[in-house]
């Protein structure tokens, strides 16, 4: 599921992706993957896509936040949580500090060197 959501998110061009393993903080979920994109219109599009990819696969996903506004979207897919956010946003609230996982920049081919 977490490369289906990388893959959902490069196609539409999102970048700085974050998965982050928060299995061991919280019961609620799995995996966190947060990403950024260019401008709310962008935080949407990357949403819909997700939504639709994960459907398309089997999968169930719950629901989606922040659409509306589009500075910070919500996906929920149970077993990972997307954040999609403009860069002002994720800096503002920085969920990687804040989730204290060790944190992975990856890509749908391969981890980055930050991951190895």
């Not at 903080?25 to 990357?46: G, V």
Request: glycine content about 6%; some cysteine; charged content about 25%.
């Amino acid at each position: 599921m977490k490369d289906a959501v990388v893959n959902a998110i490069e196609d539409i061009k999102g970048f700085d992706i974050t998965v982050l393993d928060v299995s061991k903080l919280t019961s609620m979920t799995n995996y966190m993957i947060i990403c950024s994109a260019n401008s709310s219109r962008q935080t949407k599009a990357i949403a819909d896509n997700i939504y639709v990819e994960l459907k398309a696969k089997g999968y169930n996903p719950r629901g989606l936040e922040g659409e509306k506004e589009g500075e910070w979207v919500l996906v929920d897919l149970s077993e990972v949580i997307v954040h999609i956010m403009i860069p002002t946003t994720r800096a503002y609230y920085n969920l990687e500090q804040l989730w204290g996982g060790e944190a992975k920049h990856v890509t749908a081919d391969k981890p980055s060197a930050a991951s190895a």
